[in-house]
Protein backbone atom coordinates (compact mmCIF):
# COMPACT_ATOMS: atom_id res chain seq x y z
CA UNK A 1 0.00 0.00 0.00
CA UNK A 2 1.18 3.45 -0.86
CA UNK A 3 2.64 5.55 2.03
CA UNK A 4 0.44 8.66 3.49
CA UNK A 5 2.30 11.03 1.10
CA UNK A 6 2.48 9.17 -1.69
CA UNK A 7 1.70 11.69 -4.55
CA UNK A 8 3.63 14.78 -2.51
CA UNK A 9 6.74 15.15 -5.03
CA UNK A 10 9.64 16.73 -2.41
CA UNK A 11 12.95 19.01 -4.17
CA UNK A 12 15.62 17.96 -1.73
CA UNK A 13 18.61 20.20 -2.01
CA UNK A 14 20.16 19.42 1.68
CA UNK A 15 23.13 18.23 2.68
CA UNK A 16 24.59 17.03 6.29
CA UNK A 17 22.19 16.04 8.52
CA UNK A 18 19.10 18.47 9.74
CA UNK A 19 18.06 19.01 6.46
CA UNK A 20 18.49 15.14 4.94
CA UNK A 21 16.84 13.74 8.25
CA UNK A 22 13.73 16.23 7.22
CA UNK A 23 13.48 14.44 3.69
CA UNK A 24 14.21 11.08 4.96
CA UNK A 25 10.66 11.16 7.32
CA UNK A 26 9.04 13.13 4.25
CA UNK A 27 10.50 10.17 2.16
CA UNK A 28 9.60 7.03 4.50
CA UNK A 29 6.21 8.55 4.87
CA UNK A 30 5.67 7.95 0.76
CA UNK A 31 6.31 11.27 -0.52
CA UNK A 32 8.59 11.03 -3.81
CA UNK A 33 12.06 12.85 -2.38
CA UNK A 34 14.18 13.99 -5.16
CA UNK A 35 17.42 14.57 -3.63
CA UNK A 36 19.79 17.28 -5.62
CA UNK A 37 23.36 17.33 -5.34
CA UNK A 38 26.53 18.47 -6.78
CA UNK A 39 27.79 16.41 -9.98
CA UNK A 40 30.99 14.53 -9.26
CA UNK A 41 30.51 15.18 -5.26
CA UNK A 42 27.45 14.91 -3.59
CA UNK A 43 26.59 15.39 -0.22
CA UNK A 44 29.62 15.86 1.73
CA UNK A 45 28.42 13.10 4.41
CA UNK A 46 29.16 10.20 1.15
CA UNK A 47 33.00 11.16 2.58
CA UNK A 48 32.34 10.15 6.25
CA UNK A 49 32.75 7.35 7.85
CA UNK A 50 33.05 4.93 8.96
CA UNK A 51 32.48 3.14 5.71
CA UNK A 52 30.78 -0.22 4.76
CA UNK A 53 31.96 -2.48 1.54
CA UNK A 54 33.62 -0.33 -0.65
CA UNK A 55 33.48 3.17 0.56
CA UNK A 56 29.44 3.23 1.46
CA UNK A 57 29.32 5.72 4.16
CA UNK A 58 27.18 4.78 7.21
CA UNK A 59 26.35 8.20 7.91
CA UNK A 60 25.23 8.96 4.52
CA UNK A 61 23.15 5.47 4.03
CA UNK A 62 21.26 6.58 7.71
CA UNK A 63 19.89 9.52 6.82
CA UNK A 64 19.29 9.78 2.97
CA UNK A 65 17.03 6.48 2.26
CA UNK A 66 13.77 6.73 0.63
CA UNK A 67 15.25 9.41 -1.96
CA UNK A 68 15.98 9.38 -5.27
CA UNK A 69 19.53 11.07 -6.45
CA UNK A 70 20.30 13.10 -9.53
CA UNK A 71 22.96 15.75 -9.92
CA UNK A 72 22.95 19.25 -10.77
CA UNK A 73 25.00 21.98 -11.12
CA UNK A 74 23.15 24.59 -9.76
CA UNK A 75 25.63 27.31 -10.20
CA UNK A 76 25.25 26.62 -14.09
CA UNK A 77 22.56 28.84 -15.79
CA UNK A 78 21.08 25.37 -17.50
CA UNK A 79 21.34 23.53 -14.10
CA UNK A 80 19.03 26.59 -12.62
CA UNK A 81 16.76 26.58 -15.00
CA UNK A 82 16.48 22.44 -14.31
CA UNK A 83 15.93 23.28 -11.09
CA UNK A 84 13.28 25.58 -11.78
CA UNK A 85 11.39 23.62 -14.06
CA UNK A 86 11.59 21.12 -11.62
CA UNK A 87 9.75 22.80 -8.98
CA UNK A 88 7.08 23.92 -11.12
CA UNK A 89 5.50 20.10 -10.48
CA UNK A 90 6.87 19.94 -6.82
CA UNK A 91 4.54 20.63 -3.50
CA UNK A 92 7.59 20.79 -0.88
CA UNK A 93 11.60 22.36 -1.80
CA UNK A 94 13.94 22.22 1.12
CA UNK A 95 17.25 23.38 1.44
CA UNK A 96 19.65 23.99 4.61
CA UNK A 97 22.10 26.41 3.44
CA UNK A 98 23.14 29.48 4.88
CA UNK A 99 20.33 32.29 4.39
CA UNK A 100 21.85 34.54 1.25
CA UNK A 101 23.28 31.33 -0.39
CA UNK A 102 19.85 30.36 -2.19
CA UNK A 103 19.74 34.16 -3.13
CA UNK A 104 23.19 33.90 -4.79
CA UNK A 105 21.90 31.22 -7.03
CA UNK A 106 18.71 32.82 -7.98
CA UNK A 107 16.67 29.81 -6.12
CA UNK A 108 15.78 31.46 -2.92
CA UNK A 109 11.71 31.99 -2.24
CA UNK A 110 10.60 35.11 -4.24
CA UNK A 111 12.34 33.06 -7.30
CA UNK A 112 10.48 29.84 -6.47
CA UNK A 113 7.30 31.56 -5.56
CA UNK A 114 7.23 32.77 -9.40
CA UNK A 115 7.56 29.41 -11.00
CA UNK A 116 5.23 27.65 -8.24
CA UNK A 117 3.29 29.64 -6.38
CA UNK A 118 1.77 26.69 -4.53
CA UNK A 119 5.14 25.42 -3.43
CA UNK A 120 6.12 24.84 0.36
CA UNK A 121 9.42 26.32 0.34
CA UNK A 122 11.31 25.10 3.79
CA UNK A 123 14.64 26.65 5.02
CA UNK A 124 16.67 25.27 7.88
CA UNK A 125 19.71 27.17 9.15
CA UNK A 126 21.21 27.60 12.51
CA UNK A 127 19.78 30.99 13.57
CA UNK A 128 16.72 31.58 11.10
CA UNK A 129 16.05 34.31 7.86
CA UNK A 130 16.59 37.30 9.37
CA UNK A 131 18.11 38.65 12.71
CA UNK A 132 21.54 39.88 13.25
CA UNK A 133 23.16 36.29 13.36
CA UNK A 134 21.35 35.22 10.31
CA UNK A 135 24.55 34.82 8.20
CA UNK A 136 26.14 32.87 10.55
CA UNK A 137 26.94 29.21 9.36
CA UNK A 138 26.34 27.01 12.57
CA UNK A 139 26.85 23.43 13.02
CA UNK A 140 24.86 21.48 16.02
CA UNK A 141 27.55 21.84 19.00
CA UNK A 142 26.73 25.65 18.43
CA UNK A 143 23.38 25.81 18.60
CA UNK A 144 23.36 23.05 21.59
CA UNK A 145 25.88 25.63 23.12
CA UNK A 146 24.25 28.92 22.53
CA UNK A 147 20.87 27.11 23.38
CA UNK A 148 21.76 26.48 26.55
CA UNK A 149 21.26 22.70 26.87
CA UNK A 150 24.72 22.33 27.45
CA UNK A 151 24.71 24.22 30.28
CA UNK A 152 22.68 22.05 31.98
CA UNK A 153 23.93 18.54 30.85
CA UNK A 154 26.43 17.30 32.34
CA UNK A 155 27.59 16.61 36.49
CA UNK A 156 27.24 19.05 39.26
CA UNK A 157 30.49 21.18 38.94
CA UNK A 158 31.29 19.78 35.84
CA UNK A 159 32.27 21.74 32.68
CA UNK A 160 29.10 22.18 29.44
CA UNK A 161 28.71 18.78 28.26
CA UNK A 162 27.36 18.35 24.32
CA UNK A 163 24.24 16.31 24.41
CA UNK A 164 25.25 12.47 23.29
CA UNK A 165 23.32 12.60 19.80
CA UNK A 166 23.36 15.62 17.24
CA UNK A 167 19.85 16.93 19.04
CA UNK A 168 20.47 20.27 17.83
CA UNK A 169 20.23 18.64 14.46
CA UNK A 170 17.71 16.30 14.60
CA UNK A 171 15.13 18.67 16.79
CA UNK A 172 15.18 21.27 14.25
CA UNK A 173 14.24 18.15 11.83
CA UNK A 174 11.41 17.29 13.22
CA UNK A 175 10.13 20.86 13.43
CA UNK A 176 11.11 21.23 9.95
CA UNK A 177 8.62 18.32 9.32
CA UNK A 178 5.92 19.05 11.42
CA UNK A 179 6.11 22.42 9.61
CA UNK A 180 5.85 21.04 6.12
CA UNK A 181 3.05 19.05 7.05
CA UNK A 182 1.05 21.87 8.61
CA UNK A 183 1.79 23.70 5.44
CA UNK A 184 0.28 21.04 2.99
CA UNK A 185 -2.98 21.08 5.12
CA UNK A 186 -3.31 24.43 5.06
CA UNK A 187 -2.70 24.83 0.90
CA UNK A 188 -5.73 22.38 0.83
CA UNK A 189 -8.31 25.04 1.70
CA UNK A 190 -5.88 28.30 1.04
CA UNK A 191 -4.36 26.65 -2.48
CA UNK A 192 -1.35 28.55 -1.87
CA UNK A 193 2.09 27.50 -0.93
CA UNK A 194 4.17 29.70 1.87
CA UNK A 195 7.98 29.54 3.18
CA UNK A 196 8.91 27.78 6.47
CA UNK A 197 11.80 28.94 8.06
CA UNK A 198 13.32 27.21 10.68
CA UNK A 199 15.98 28.39 13.06
CA UNK A 200 18.17 25.49 14.91
CA UNK A 201 18.58 28.05 17.70
CA UNK A 202 15.08 28.61 18.35
CA UNK A 203 14.42 24.87 18.23
CA UNK A 204 16.53 24.58 20.90
CA UNK A 205 14.99 27.00 23.27
CA UNK A 206 11.68 25.20 22.43
CA UNK A 207 13.07 21.91 23.88
CA UNK A 208 13.88 23.85 27.40
CA UNK A 209 10.77 24.25 28.01
CA UNK A 210 10.78 23.41 31.63
CA UNK A 211 14.31 25.02 32.58
CA UNK A 212 12.60 28.41 31.47
CA UNK A 213 9.76 28.23 32.90
CA UNK A 214 11.79 27.33 36.43
CA UNK A 215 13.73 30.35 35.34
CA UNK A 216 11.30 32.85 34.56
CA UNK A 217 9.11 31.75 37.54
CA UNK A 218 11.71 32.00 40.47
CA UNK A 219 15.03 33.85 38.33
CA UNK A 220 17.51 31.06 39.02
CA UNK A 221 19.77 30.09 36.25
CA UNK A 222 19.51 26.45 35.51
CA UNK A 223 22.70 24.19 36.39
CA UNK A 224 23.71 20.85 35.52
CA UNK A 225 22.21 18.09 37.99
CA UNK A 226 23.72 14.82 35.93
CA UNK A 227 20.04 12.10 35.75
CA UNK A 228 18.50 14.48 38.43
CA UNK A 229 14.85 15.79 37.49
CA UNK A 230 14.71 19.30 38.54
CA UNK A 231 11.49 18.70 40.53
CA UNK A 232 10.90 15.34 41.34
CA UNK A 233 12.92 12.77 43.72
CA UNK A 234 14.12 10.14 43.52
CA UNK A 235 14.00 10.76 39.16
CA UNK A 236 17.53 9.17 38.32
CA UNK A 237 20.16 6.90 37.47
CA UNK A 238 21.46 4.41 40.42
CA UNK A 239 24.43 2.59 40.58
CA UNK A 240 23.53 -1.34 41.47
CA UNK A 241 25.97 -3.96 41.91
CA UNK A 242 26.15 -4.81 38.57
CA UNK A 243 25.23 -1.48 36.68
CA UNK A 244 23.02 1.12 36.31
CA UNK A 245 18.90 1.53 37.15
CA UNK A 246 16.93 4.72 36.21
CA UNK A 247 14.13 5.09 38.82
CA UNK A 248 11.23 7.91 38.47
CA UNK A 249 9.37 8.18 41.11
CA UNK A 250 6.09 10.18 40.78
CA UNK A 251 2.89 11.33 42.84
CA UNK A 252 1.90 9.83 46.28
CA UNK A 253 1.55 5.87 45.73
CA UNK A 254 4.78 5.11 44.13
CA UNK A 255 6.75 6.70 46.96
CA UNK A 256 6.18 4.41 49.97
CA UNK A 257 6.04 0.90 47.61
CA UNK A 258 9.44 2.39 46.34
CA UNK A 259 10.36 3.12 50.28
CA UNK A 260 9.30 -0.83 51.10
CA UNK A 261 11.19 -2.30 48.04
CA UNK A 262 14.44 -0.48 49.34
CA UNK A 263 13.66 -2.00 53.12
CA UNK A 264 13.23 1.69 53.96
CA UNK A 265 9.54 1.94 55.29
CA UNK A 266 10.49 4.45 57.59
CA UNK A 267 11.17 6.94 54.76
CA UNK A 268 7.59 6.96 53.91
CA UNK A 269 6.08 9.16 56.54
CA UNK A 270 9.17 11.62 57.01
CA UNK A 271 7.73 14.47 56.85
CA UNK A 272 11.18 15.66 54.29
CA UNK A 273 10.31 13.47 52.06
CA UNK A 274 6.28 13.17 51.46
CA UNK A 275 5.85 14.97 48.33
CA UNK A 276 8.63 14.91 45.12
CA UNK A 277 9.07 18.52 45.84
CA UNK A 278 9.58 18.04 49.24
CA UNK A 279 12.06 15.20 48.54
CA UNK A 280 13.96 17.31 46.32
CA UNK A 281 14.54 20.22 48.51
CA UNK A 282 16.06 17.30 51.07
CA UNK A 283 17.88 15.47 48.46
CA UNK A 284 20.97 15.81 50.02
CA UNK A 285 19.96 14.33 52.54
CA UNK A 286 18.10 11.48 50.87
CA UNK A 287 20.11 10.60 47.92
CA UNK A 288 22.97 8.69 50.16
CA UNK A 289 20.15 6.56 51.63
CA UNK A 290 18.50 5.50 48.38
CA UNK A 291 21.98 4.96 46.55
CA UNK A 292 23.14 2.86 49.38
CA UNK A 293 20.30 0.56 49.15
CA UNK A 294 20.44 0.35 45.32
CA UNK A 295 23.85 -1.31 45.45
CA UNK A 296 22.34 -4.28 47.31
CA UNK A 297 20.81 -5.79 44.71
CA UNK A 298 21.93 -6.50 40.44
CA UNK A 299 20.06 -4.32 37.99
CA UNK A 300 18.18 -7.69 36.98
CA UNK A 301 17.34 -7.92 40.74
CA UNK A 302 15.90 -4.20 41.28
CA UNK A 303 13.79 -4.61 37.66
CA UNK A 304 12.18 -7.74 38.60
CA UNK A 305 10.86 -6.33 41.82
CA UNK A 306 10.53 -2.92 40.85
CA UNK A 307 8.36 -3.77 37.76
CA UNK A 308 6.26 -5.92 39.51
CA UNK A 309 5.46 -2.92 41.93
CA UNK A 310 4.68 -0.78 38.82
CA UNK A 311 7.42 1.97 39.15
CA UNK A 312 8.71 3.29 36.14
CA UNK A 313 12.01 2.08 36.03
CA UNK A 314 14.43 0.85 33.74
CA UNK A 315 18.75 -0.15 32.76
CA UNK A 316 20.94 2.11 31.26
CA UNK A 317 21.59 -0.18 27.81
CA UNK A 318 24.18 0.78 25.65
CA UNK A 319 23.51 0.86 21.69
CA UNK A 320 23.96 -3.08 21.94
CA UNK A 321 21.97 -3.78 24.40
CA UNK A 322 19.43 -1.53 22.79
CA UNK A 323 19.48 -3.38 19.57
CA UNK A 324 19.05 -6.48 20.98
CA UNK A 325 16.19 -5.93 23.41
CA UNK A 326 13.36 -7.69 22.95
CA UNK A 327 10.76 -4.53 23.15
CA UNK A 328 12.77 -3.68 20.48
CA UNK A 329 12.99 -6.77 18.26
CA UNK A 330 9.42 -7.39 19.03
CA UNK A 331 8.04 -3.60 17.77
CA UNK A 332 11.20 -4.64 14.77
CA UNK A 333 12.52 -0.43 15.32
CA UNK A 334 15.57 -1.94 13.56
CA UNK A 335 15.01 -3.31 10.31
CA UNK A 336 16.89 -5.16 7.72
CA UNK A 337 16.96 -3.55 4.01
CA UNK A 338 18.52 -4.97 0.72
CA UNK A 339 21.40 -2.63 -0.55
CA UNK A 340 22.41 -3.64 -4.40
CA UNK A 341 26.15 -3.84 -3.67
CA UNK A 342 26.03 -4.29 0.25
CA UNK A 343 23.52 -6.67 0.29
CA UNK A 344 21.76 -6.52 3.79
CA UNK A 345 22.13 -3.70 5.62
CA UNK A 346 20.52 -2.69 9.33
CA UNK A 347 18.99 0.89 10.11
CA UNK A 348 16.79 2.16 12.36
CA UNK A 349 12.91 2.21 11.12
CA UNK A 350 10.90 4.98 11.93
CA UNK A 351 9.05 5.60 15.13
CA UNK A 352 5.58 6.71 12.49
CA UNK A 353 3.24 3.90 13.18
CA UNK A 354 0.28 4.35 11.48
CA UNK A 355 -2.73 1.48 11.31
CA UNK A 356 -3.60 1.98 7.98
CA UNK A 357 -1.08 3.81 5.62
CA UNK A 358 1.43 3.12 7.77
CA UNK A 359 5.22 4.15 6.49
CA UNK A 360 7.42 2.21 4.57
CA UNK A 361 11.33 1.92 3.60
CA UNK A 362 11.27 0.53 0.22
CA UNK A 363 14.54 1.89 -0.70
CA UNK A 364 18.64 2.11 0.98
CA UNK A 365 20.48 5.09 0.36
CA UNK A 366 20.95 6.16 -3.30
CA UNK A 367 24.27 5.63 -5.44
CA UNK A 368 24.98 9.57 -6.71
CA UNK A 369 23.54 10.56 -9.47
CA UNK A 370 21.69 7.54 -9.68
CA UNK A 371 18.28 8.35 -10.69
CA UNK A 372 19.34 11.40 -13.10
CA UNK A 373 18.59 10.15 -16.24
CA UNK A 374 15.14 8.51 -15.36
CA UNK A 375 13.76 11.94 -13.14
CA UNK A 376 14.90 14.00 -15.94
CA UNK A 377 13.00 12.09 -18.45
CA UNK A 378 9.90 11.74 -16.10
CA UNK A 379 9.53 15.04 -14.94
CA UNK A 380 10.76 17.02 -17.81
CA UNK A 381 10.63 14.77 -20.90
CA UNK A 382 14.05 14.90 -22.17
CA UNK A 383 15.13 12.65 -24.08
CA UNK A 384 18.52 10.65 -24.04
CA UNK A 385 20.24 13.13 -26.25
CA UNK A 386 19.25 15.80 -24.15
CA UNK A 387 20.38 14.52 -21.39
CA UNK A 388 23.88 13.26 -22.27
CA UNK A 389 24.19 17.16 -24.08
CA UNK A 390 23.84 18.49 -20.72
CA UNK A 391 26.09 15.90 -19.07
CA UNK A 392 28.91 16.82 -21.66
CA UNK A 393 28.74 20.56 -20.71
CA UNK A 394 28.74 19.42 -17.23
CA UNK A 395 25.19 20.85 -16.06
CA UNK A 396 24.40 16.64 -14.52
Not at 59 to 70: A, D, G, L, P
Request: hydrophobic fraction near 40%.
Amino acid sequence: MPGPLHGIRILDLTRFLSGPYTTMLLGDLGADVIKVERPGEGDGTRGTGPFLGDGYSAYFMSVNRSKRSITIDLAHPKGKALLLDMAKQSDVLVENFVPGTMAKLGLDYPVIETHNPNIIYAAISGFGQSGPYAKRPALDIVVQAMGGIMSITGEPGGGPIRVGVSQGDIVSSLYCTIGILTALQERTSSGKGQMLDISMLECQIALLENPFARYFATGEVPQPLGTRHPVDTPFQAFATRDGWVVVAIIGEKTWPLFCSAIDRIDLADDERFTTGWLRTQHYEELNPIISEAMRRKTTSEWLEELIALGIPCGPVNTIEQVAQNPQVVAREAIVEMTHPVLGTVKTTDTPIRLSRTSATLDRTAPELGQHTDETLTELLGLSAQEIEALRAEKVI
